[in-house]
């Protein structure tokens, strides 16, 4: 898909103005570290980590075994700071001190001696890769070290470390607060906030840090957290993170004694209920725009301050999803637009996509995005064809940029996505419906697709269709494709001679897939939503042309299977 005129010119626009902030960021930083930090301040608390650590993992620190990002790094003796990381990802991982957290699990002295050693090498070492000085490393770096204090800080007496390291702190915050004009709007800035207020908070005086911070921090959360608890962004995993912040900060406010920013509880309260819209049976977080691997540690630690534990809404009308659910049957829709160009750096071109579990197993899902490796899965998995969704002739309904100038200055951004889309609902006693419409073919095809989903008790039905710009207009001539991505864990097979696909869940449940006068195929695909890396998958995938017919309806139903008869075997009757 070709990024049109429109799109240049915001694009040109977008990098005009990070180029002004970075150099209005970069001259206030360099005059203001010519000055000198004194340690003259000391830190009184020390926040909470609600981040899950592995005290096993400290043994293999100790023993020089560093792995971050899917990669292992053996220093055989020498200094881990002297050591080239074999990927970007890995060099972030290490330069954020995140696995402090492990350090302090282990609860010895060997553990905490070795962490003091090695932030005190890093401290010390004059030169490191330019992966460390990034802001996004940096600001997880400060919270690292705020958060484990206690362990790098007990049982020591050298008076030496602790001007050091508050000397490092210090400089590093404030430069972290300089910086902050040229940190990319969207999750990052806000983090570089939650990560500036804390340090406010620990440290025993910092008053006019925390007026400034208090009062952006407040801009931020109301900007960022929409009415309905979605992050603007549209990626759920970035209210995930961000609650694991914000729940320990609200409880610094407390320590402390200061009144929290007045956005701070709100938009607490607004993203806990966020997190159960889009949670499968199996405490999974539906895979959409940039969301990936669920870490079900972290989902069950926030769901312990989830004092609500209300049934889900229904609808995120801020966010653009909808969500249906009867017994234990869920199906999560993306009825949105793009977010905003500057927001779009992970966003998916899956417009009215929609995931579908069954109890505690998801069904049909979208591809994802690895924890790690992004850039490199980003281009083919965040293409329309990588979701449960319709495309046009092969084509994306948006354009992700590709590796370049243009992508290394502003990130790997969504363009020409889709603008408008609109959903309406109707629901009874025992069926909910959704009926939604997205113009991202409307340039490129000048046609409109359109998509209902009903769900009723054993069956979820929809109806793809393409329509004219125009009431009355012409129809492109195009191939219209309907892929539904199944999740690796049930076995989709070819049956009625090719007429349907059976689904066959972990648990021996089955469903049942017909589309109304097309035989479905099924083709490869790739799941990258699972701690356990990318694992291959099927499709199943419905193929008609726009001059034969301009709409594919198609079913999924629920089929019992004869008693005696086997369970896995592709000749096994159904009783539908």
Not at 30 to 39: E, G, H, I, T, Y
Not at 54 to 79: C, E, H, M, Q, W
Not at 84 to 106: C, I, N, V, Y
Request: charged content about 25%; glycine content about 8%; aromatic content about 6%.
């Amino acid at each position: 898909m070709a990024i049109t005129a429109g799109d240049r010119l915001s694009l040109a626009a977008l990098a005009l103005d990070r180029g002004a902030r970075r150099a209005v960021s970069w001259v206030r930083l360099v005059a203001a570290l010519a000055v000198p930090v004194r340690a003259n301040d000391r830190l009184v608390i020390s926040p909470q980590d609600l981040r899950t650590a592995d005290p096993t993992v400290a043994n293999d620190i100790y023993a020089g075994r560093f792995a971050f990002a899917g990669k292992l790094v053996t220093t055989a003796g020498r200094s881990i700071w002297e050591i080239e990381g074999p990927t970007r990802d890995w060099t972030a991982g290490l330069h954020s001190f995140g696995w402090l957290r492990h350090l302090k699990a282990a609860d010895s002295a060997i553990a905490r001696a070795n962490a003091r050693a090695l932030v005190d090498d890093w401290m010390q070492s004059r030169r490191h890769d330019r992966v460390a000085y990034r802001v996004d490393v940096t600001s997880r770096r400060v919270m690292a070290y705020l958060t484990q204090a206690n362990v790098l800080l007990a049982d020591t007496d050298d008076a030496g470390f602790y001007r050091r390291f508050t000397r490092s702190l210090l400089n590093e915050t404030r430069g972290l607060r300089l910086r902050y004009l040229m940190t990319p709007p969207g999750a990052q800035r806000l983090g570089v906030l939650v990560t500036l207020a804390t340090a406010s908070l620990c440290f025993e005086r910092q008053p006019k840090l925390r007026r400034w911070v208090d009062k952006r921090l407040d801009l931020e959360l109301g900007r960022q957290i929409l009415p309905d608890g979605c992050h603007v962004s549209r990626n759920p995993g970035i209210a995930l993170q961000l609650l694991l912040d914000l729940l320990p900060l609200r409880q610094a406010y407390t320590a402390r004694g200061y009144p929290p920013p007045a956005a701070l509880q709100p938009a607490i309260d607004r993203a806990m209920p966020m997190l159960r819209f889009f949670r499968h049976g199996d405490g999974s977080i539906a895979l959409f725009n940039g969301m990936g691997p669920t870490p079900p540690d972290l989902l069950a630690t926030l769901t312990a301050y989830d004092e609500a534990r209300a049934k889900p809404t229904r609808a995120l009308a801020s966010g653009g999803y909808q969500r249906l659910e009867l017994g234990n049957k869920v199906v999560v829709m993306d009825v949105g637009p793009a977010p905003a160009l500057p927001l779009a750096a992970q966003a998916g071109a899956g417009p009215l996509s929609f995931e579908f579990s069954d109890g505690l197993h998801r069904v049909i899902v979208n591809c994802g995005l690895p924890e790690t490796g992004r850039a490199d899965w980003g281009q083919a998995t965040r293409q329309t064809a990588a979701h449960s969704t319709v495309t046009l002739d092969d084509r994306s309904a948006g354009h992700v940029l590709k590796p370049g100038v243009v992508s290394r200055l502003l990130g790997p951004l969504l363009v020409s996505g889709v603008r408008v889309a609109t959903a309406e609902r109707r629901d009874t006693a025992d069926r909910q419906e959704v009926s939604a419409r997205h113009d991202g073919y409307r340039r490129r095809f000048r046609g409109l697709h359109s998509r209902t989903l009903a769900l009723a008790h054993g069956r979820l039905e929809g109806l793809d269709r393409l329509e004219p710009v125009r009431v009355g207009g012409p129809l492109p001539d195009v191939e219209i494709v309907a892929r539904f991505h199944v999740h690796p864990a049930v076995k989709a097979t070819s049956v009625r001679d090719g007429a349907g696909v059976l689904l066959v869940l972990p648990n021996r449940d089955a469903w049942l897939f017909t589309a109304e006068g097309v035989k479905p195929e099924i083709e490869e695909s790739v799941f990258l939503g699972g701690l356990e890396g990318p694992r291959r998958s099927e499709q199943i995938v419905v193929r008609v042309r726009s001059s034969q017919r301009a709409e594919i309806a198609w079913r999924f139903t629920r089929a019992e299977r004869q008693a005696g008869k086997p369970e896995d075997g592709t000749n096994a009757p159904l009783l539908l």
